[in-house]
């Protein structure tokens, strides 16, 4: 497998990159590429270059790009999740895990039984996980990193997912319409997800929701975790689109 790296457009010239920082610690140091190795780099346009390692040192790592393309990884459907924040580890599986499945925008909604309540304590992640996105977007070939907007609260996450084409809203005790029923006109547009936290959405938030057009949905008789939830509504969401 070829590694990949998002590096900062400025790392490359055409038809030279060059890399310093972190990015080249772990080409050195972790995976110890020689000159003549080759990686793929990405600057987050959505192209992709193929390049040959000329020079590897610690703190600096300089190559020619020998290929250039289009990556094809990227999902026509754009996702946004507004994932209610979750305890510890949780909230860093969803994001792993949406970067792999294709999911575009994370969203981390601070919600009324959020035991997750504090922005500021939310802020000080951010750093993490950025980092865990890239991670799962190298590892996983994506073509663009997903991008992590600031905490918000549901009224606010609902107004700001207007701009959406769909606003599902899965919630365990809706009985008389499943995701599969709203997935049926899923063309390249854009879809907002919302997924309560540990403790779900209260009814008052449910009634928000359904107000600002929000399509009420059960994802079936089964109580989910959310960090399930989120990632079975998201893998259906694409399987329903790509398929
Ligand atoms: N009230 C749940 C309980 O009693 O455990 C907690 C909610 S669940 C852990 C977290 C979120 O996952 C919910 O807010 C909802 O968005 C979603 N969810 C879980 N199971 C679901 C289902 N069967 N149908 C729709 N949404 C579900």
Redesign the pocket.
Known sequence: MTHRFFINPNCITPPTIHIIGDTARQIKTVLRMQPGDRIIVLDNSGLERQVELTQVDKNSVQGHIIAEQVNTAEPALHLTLYQ?TLKGSKFEWVLQKGTELGISCFAPTICQRSIVRDAGAVAKKMARWQQIIQEAAEQSGRGKLPTLSPACSLREALTHAQSAKHLL????E?TNTT?KQTLSNLDGSHLAL????????SAEEVQLARAQNAKI??????????E???LA?SAAIFYESEA
């Open positions: 209610g809203f899965p919630w365990e809706a995701l919302f997924i309560g936290p540990e403790g779900g959405f949905v059960s994802l079936g008789p089964r109580i989910l975790r959310a399930t939830a989120a509504a």
